[in-house]
């Protein structure tokens, strides 16, 4: 059963980004993933995700290689012929727009992504992986995208226990620890991080909108 990867790319993104701010180029990615959703396929199976570097990722069910760049041609003229507000001015936006599918180009969902990675000629540098501690699903998600903005990869708990439970599979650089959590608070959590051998080093930046506690 064949399926289809197509990433669609916001050339120059980082000079828009250091033009508008990170406020602008979210705004731009939430236009774009909009007019993705409606210009792709409404259909059950069809997936846009954001990604980092300005790519949002369209992943498409029984979709083989002809079709997918079909869809791609449809993509790249529905959004060049636009536009957008960005940082409060209009621009146009180019795109890059690569694409790789199942089982034509890879034998797996990684090998796809490896290939659309190197068709996209993103360098091979391991991204900063980041933990969000957050009981708030809003707050982890804003802090998330934004710091994907900024190239980061970001994992997320909603709770301490969740946290440990994720520390113990996968390791991380720096962690983002709310300090008012029910069941496990950032402070209990932060002194059984440094308590353990693997984490103990891990830099912990306290999150917290108040408090008087050290």
Same mark, same amino acid.
């Given at each position: 059963?064949?399926?289809?990867?197509?990433?669609?790319?916001?050339?120059?993104?980082?000079?828009?980004?250091? =033009?508008?701010?990170?406020?602008?180029?979210?705004?731009?990615?939430?236009?774009?993933?909009?007019?993705?959703?409606?210009?792709?396929?409404? %259909?059950?199976?069809?997936?846009?995700?954001?990604?980092?570097?300005?790519?949002?990722?369209?992943?498409?069910?029984?979709?083989? %290689?002809?079709?997918?760049?079909?869809?791609?041609? %449809?993509? %790249?003229?529905?959004?060049?012929?636009?536009? /957008?507000?960005?940082?409060?001015?209009?621009?146009?936006?180019?795109?890059?727009?690569?694409?790789?599918? /199942?089982?034509?180009?890879?034998?797996?969902?990684?090998?796809?992504?490896?290939?659309?990675?190197?068709?996209?000629?993103?360098?091979?540098?391991?991204?900063?992986?980041?933990?969000?501690?957050?009981?708030?699903?809003?707050?982890? =998600?804003?802090?998330?995208?934004?710091?994907?903005?900024?190239?980061?990869?970001?994992?997320?708990?909603?709770?301490?226990?969740?946290?440990?439970?994720?520390?113990?599979?996968?390791?991380? =650089?720096?962690?983002?620890?709310?300090?008012?959590?029910?069941?496990?608070?950032?402070? =209990?959590?932060?002194?059984?991080?440094?308590?353990?051998?693997?984490?103990?080093?891990?830099?912990?930046?306290?999150?917290?909108?108040?408090?008087?506690?050290?």
């Amino acid at each position: 059963r064949a399926f289809s990867i197509l990433v669609v790319a916001v050339e120059d993104f980082e000079a828009l980004k250091a =033009q508008t701010g990170v406020d602008g180029v979210a705004q731009l990615l939430k236009a774009l993933e909009l007019d993705l959703k409606q210009t792709v396929r409404r %259909r059950a199976g069809d997936v846009v995700v954001r990604w980092q570097h300005g790519e949002l990722i369209v992943i498409m069910a029984d979709v083989d %290689r002809a079709g997918c760049r079909a869809i791609a041609d %449809r993509v %790249r003229s529905a959004v060049e012929r636009r536009t /957008y507000a960005v940082g409060g001015s209009a621009c146009r936006v180019n795109l890059r727009v690569t694409s790789a599918t /199942y089982p034509e180009d890879a034998s797996d969902p990684e090998g796809l992504l490896r290939i659309v990675e190197e068709r996209l000629g993103h360098p091979a540098i391991p991204a900063l992986r980041l933990l969000v501690v957050d009981d708030e699903p809003k707050a982890r =998600q804003i802090l998330k995208e934004m710091l994907e903005l900024h190239g980061m990869e970001v994992v997320t708990a909603a709770s301490g226990p969740e946290a440990l439970e994720l520390l113990k599979a996968q390791a991380v =650089q720096v962690i983002l620890l709310d300090v008012a959590m029910p069941v496990m608070d950032g402070y =209990q959590l932060y002194h059984l991080l440094k308590e353990h051998p693997t984490t103990k080093d891990v830099p912990v930046i306290m999150v917290t909108g108040g408090g008087d506690r050290p």
